[in-house]
């Protein structure tokens, strides 16, 4: 673009003793108005009344840049100043516009960034003070601590290490490592704007806390019990309290410190993090140095239950005398809780313990007289081989029974358990239930016997028949159970290859492991077998008999209850008519029926171990009870019950 030349201002590269040189205010753009032109001479500013002024006459005339004497135009003194002082100065970028230079919206937006930046400058300084203040922490645990009980040797070198655990490594990192970087990155943060990628970078060591924190409850135990036990330990920590970095607090609140740092840094990036946007440069460095932190938080904490589940583990071992081998890298304590057991000789009650493993059902009772140990063992379930049935106790209506064994050639046994309500009991149902089902999925790899119950002739006999091997047959190893069986106990595939073979009894077990799942391969869905309205019936289950009945058993209490006999051969026990649920459910094959002296009332003995006493409304209702259940003691009947049975676990 041309220069625009007016007459009598000379131009040339400089100004020059005696000539006159104008000084041209920039005039906002598109603005029909004047400047003001200062003439000097000799560098001494002179009044003259010459002005310059540009016109703007329409798209077509365009601008025209005039001079007037100021006696020719009508613009005062004071208008030219005011328009002076709001003119300004500066150059101008190709790429900006003129129109928005001084725009009121631009300089808001300016100042909203800038506070917003200032924000995350002091989101960034608490990142770093917050870090200079935690070295400080470690420093006291590290070297004025951990070194001084060292150097005293004032305990044991092991209990050292249950004691501080990672310290001395913990503060070797914050201190030599992080916090150095990070001072530098917020000594330079006005011009980088970045302080995450030492974060990110530096994230990754932090899964080292899980050492710390996995170790913290032991410590604390361990300095309360030196504390206590150690004189020389506790002057040391009265000490050490007194000094100002301690802040007048006990020293064991400062052990606590590392476990909360993990979680401190992603409470401090995310408050960073609230004050960028995603042009910002450190933008993504924050979101994946907050991942990385969550990632170390989530490993500590894992790390933490697994310990916690391996140490409820020994606790029951320890509890239970060490008689029983329960430590196993995936054995877990999933529940705990206390149900009584009833005698199958006397009828009487006992309370057992019940600690419920994933793969194992361990029952205990508490020792009358302290001994080594809490609680005596009586009885372990593998849940592999293990099955859970309805009760059939018409007095105690919320019983069940476990049925199984330790493991493949274990003896086979059944408990009676009761609770005292439905909730309870529908509550163990489905957490036995459960853990059977998934065990019975991984049968090969769960299927072992404890070492509690091991034989020492098992090599030299059949663990099934218990026959003594010969000279020409050594018996069949399964690789299921692993033990050793004769040519018939084995079964028919015996003729595969070591690493195949299974006995007939594995072979059982995982054709129903495999019944247990359902198309799309979750555990199949456990069966209600009370769930069974009074007044329904249908042509599967159909109602044979139904009446109001007084009974009473071994408690000597008498209950009165409405009995309804189906085609299932079962007797089902109810409050009323009008329950849509039996509370109990009693098979009646294998049952004696009799009749006594007294008038409507006949006897109901399940073998040698249950007896109630019947009384009906009338005659009727007594011979049609005492005929069905003759009937139902026969061969052919008691063949089609015992292909009905209802077990609540895959058989």
């Not at 009044?47 to 006459?57: H, P």
């Not at 509890?319 to 999933?334: D, I, K, T, W, Y």
């Amino acid at each position: 673009m041309a220069p625009i030349v007016i007459p009598g201002i000379p131009l040339g590269p400089g100004p020059r003793i005696g000539s006159i040189v104008p000084k041209v205010a920039l005039l906002p753009p598109l603005d029909s108005h004047f400047s003001k032109s200062e003439t000097y001479i000799d560098g001494k500013k002179q009044k003259t009344k010459l002005r310059a002024y540009v016109e703007y006459d329409g798209p077509e005339g365009g601008f025209k840049v005039k001079l007037a004497n100021g006696d020719d135009n009508d613009l005062s003194e004071e208008e030219t100043e005011d328009d002076d002082r709001k003119s300004q100065l500066s150059e101008i970028r190709d790429d900006e516009s003129l129109v928005a230079i001084g725009h009121p919206s631009v300089k808001s937006a300016a100042a909203v960034a800038k506070k917003r930046m200032d924000k995350a400058w002091h989101a960034a300084k608490e990142l770093v003070d917050s870090e200079e203040r935690y070295v400080e922490k470690l420093k006291l645990l590290n070297e004025m601590f951990r070194k001084r009980i060292v150097a005293e040797n004032v305990i044991e070198k092991d209990k050292i290490v249950k004691l501080f655990a990672n310290t001395e490594s913990l503060h070797t990192f914050h201190n030599l490592h992080l916090l150095p970087q990070l001072m530098m990155a917020i000594r330079e943060w006005n011009t980088t704007k970045r302080i995450s990628s030492i974060m990110k970078k530096q994230a990754p060591f932090l899964k080292m806390y899980s050492e710390y924190t996995n170790n913290y409850k032991r410590a604390t135990k361990l300095f309360e019990e030196s504390m206590v036990k150690k004189k020389r330990f506790n002057e040391i920590v009265r000490e050490i309290e007194k000094d100002p970095m301690c802040e007048n607090l006990p020293l064991i609140s400062h052990l606590i410190c590392p476990v909360q740092r993990v979680m401190r840094y992603q409470l401090l990036l995310q408050e960073y993090k609230k004050h960028l946007v995603e042009s910002d440069a450190d933008y993504e460095d924050t979101n994946e140095a907050l991942s990385l932190v969550l990632e170390a938080a989530s490993h500590a904490n894992e790390m933490m239950k697994k310990l916690d589940r391996y140490g409820k583990v020994i606790e029951v071992q320890e509890q239970l005398g060490n008689v029983v081998s329960l430590v196993n890298p995936g054995r877990e304590l999933l529940q705990t809780g206390s149900l009584q057991k009833i005698s199958s000789s006397t009828g009487k009650t006992e309370e057992r313990f019940v600690f419920l493993f994933n793969d194992l059902i361990v029952l205990a009772s508490e020792r009358v007289i302290p001994g080594f140990s809490k609680y005596k063992l009586r009885a372990v379930f593998h849940a592999a081989h293990s099955q859970v049935c309805e009760g059939d106790n018409l007095e105690r209506e919320f019983s069940f029974y476990i049925r199984g064994s330790d493991g493949g050639s274990g003896q086979v046994r059944t408990l009676e358990l009761f609770c005292e309500t439905q909730k309870e009991k529908e509550d163990w149902v489905q957490a036995f239930c459960q853990i059977i089902d998934e065990a019975s999925h991984s049968l090969p790899s769960t299927n072992n016997r404890l070492s509690t119950y091991s034989t020492s002739g098992a090599e030299k006999n059949c663990a099934e028949c218990d026959e003594e091997f010969g000279l020409l047959s050594r018996g069949y190893r399964c690789s299921q159970c692993t033990r050793k069986l004769c040519k018939k106990c084995f079964g028919r595939y015996r003729s595969e290859s070591k690493g195949s073979r299974a006995c007939e009894n594995c072979v059982k077990h995982m054709g129903s492991a495999r019944g247990g799942m359902n198309t799309a391969g979750s555990p199949r869905s456990r069966r209600d077998v009370l769930a069974m309205p009074a007044s329904s019936s249908s042509k599967e289950v159909m109602i044979l008999h139904a009446s109001p009945v007084k009974f009473r058993g071994a408690l000597g209490r008498p209950f009165s209850r409405f009995f309804v006999i189906r085609s299932n051969f079962c007797l089902y026990s109810y409050n009323s008519s009008d329950d849509d649920r039996a509370l109990t459910m009693l098979p009646l094959p294998g049952c004696e029926v009799k009749m006594t002296g007294e008038k409507h009332t006949f006897s109901l003995r399940i073998g040698s171990r249950r007896l109630y006493m019947i009384t009906v409304e009338n005659d009727e209702s007594q011979i049609k009870m005492r005929n069905l259940t003759d009937e139902m003691v026969s061969e052919r009947k008691l063949v089609g019950w015992l292909r009905s049975i209802s077990w609540l676990t895959p058989q």
